[in-house]
């Protein structure tokens, strides 16, 4: 197969072939065409190399000047004497013999060429096809895994559905209670605080587990245009009871209204959702930070802790369903999942940025909307 992959080579093999015909020309225009005859393997080489290294076009050109040398070498011997009919024939003769064999060794060499080059062709035709058939395979796999998953996700769907409608009565019968003490005359007020306090927690369990119950029913989301720090603010209780005694909570919210539109529930679930994990990296104590601020048209929520952070490959899969690094009895790999179906769905997007040792920040990017109309007016 002839060289074709650096132009610098292809100029070193012709230089060579041009050379070894240079000599042969000298050499017949001297010595005439009969003192070649004994010589007509070494007249082969330059075809040789010219068919190795140069390709079919550098072949038949090598053949074309190597039949020009020939008739050089004709001449010179007609040069020498005026030749008889004798001699005319033996100057044909060897005119004839080094014209067929470099002819023969020309076809035979462009013929293994050819086959060469195809096989080439073929051979990539094969590599690309393998490529293809390895893509395609590829796919089908993550095709099925994705059709798993979602299975699973169905199964869990309907498993949620009957948990939540029995959570949903259980927190029916502790609001029935607190409600219950919050009627008692006589009370102290920190004891009404703290059924104030269940009873805010409870309505807003049953919201989400409402919420829960309609995402298993494959409901649509209610949307609807509110204050991103309203809702934050009003969820600053919940979030001192996730965190508990140990984990120090701090919130920074932007002066200007944050408005956004998505399902208020669905955004209170991801927060609270992201909250948990974060305590729960810090098992031995720490620091939460809630934050909002605005940046062109998207309202900025931020979430960050100095937990024990997450290493690339383990930050790479975080909103894969159902992974997680968490003990079985703990997580279930669907809370970072559900939190990005939740803002994707609501035109946002959500990056995390963690290392080993340096905690973790998740900052949820949401499109600003304007200010309603009944709160324009307001």
Known sequence: MPLRRHPVQRAIAAALVAAGLVLLGLSH???????????VMLSILPLLFAGLLLGRRGLWATAAAYLA????????????QVPNADEWREIASHLLQPVLANAIVALILDRLILKSDVAARRNRELTLICRQLELEIRDKEAS??????????????KLASNVAHDFNNLLGVVLGFAQRGLGHRGIDE?????????????????????????????????????????????????????????????????????????????????????????????PGGGRLALATEIQGEAVHVRLEDTGH??????????????????????????????????????????????????????????????????????
Not at 144 to 157: H, V
Not at 329 to 347: F, P, Q
Request: glycine fraction near 8%; charge should be positive.
């Open 69 to 80: 040398i020939l008739l050089l070498g004709a001449w010179a011997d007609l040069q020498h």
């Open 190 to 282: 920190e004891t009404r605080h703290c059924l104030q306090r269940i009873e805010a927690a409870t309505r807003r369990g049953r919201g989400l587990t409402s919420k829960l119950l309609t995402l298993a029913r494959n409901d649509a989301a209610v949307r609807e245009t509110f204050d991103a720090n309203e809702v934050l603010r009003e969820l600053q209780p919940v979030l001192h009871s996730i965190a508990g005694p140990g984990v120090e909570t701090r919130a920074a919210l932007c002066g200007d209204a944050a408005w956004i539109r998505m399902d208020r529930a669905e955004f209170e679930a991801a927060v609270l959702n992201l909250a948990k994990n974060a305590v729960d990296a810090m």
């Open 309 to 378: 952070g997450m290493s690339a490959q383990t930050r790479a899969r975080i909103f894969e369903p159902f992974f997680t690094t968490k003990p079985r009895e703990r997580g279930s790999g669907i809370g970072l999942a559900m939190v990005h179906r939740i803002v994707t769905e609501a035109g946002g997007t959500i990056d995390c940025d963690s290392a080993p040792g340096a905690g973790t920040r998740f900052v949820v990017r949401l499109p600003l909307q304007i200010v309603p109309s009944d709160r324009a007016a307001a």
């Open 29 to 39: 225009v001297r010595y005439g065409l009969a003192a070649q005859s004994g010589s």
């Open 144 to 157: 099925q895994a994705q059709l798993l998953q979602s299975q699973r996700i169905d199964a869990l769907g």
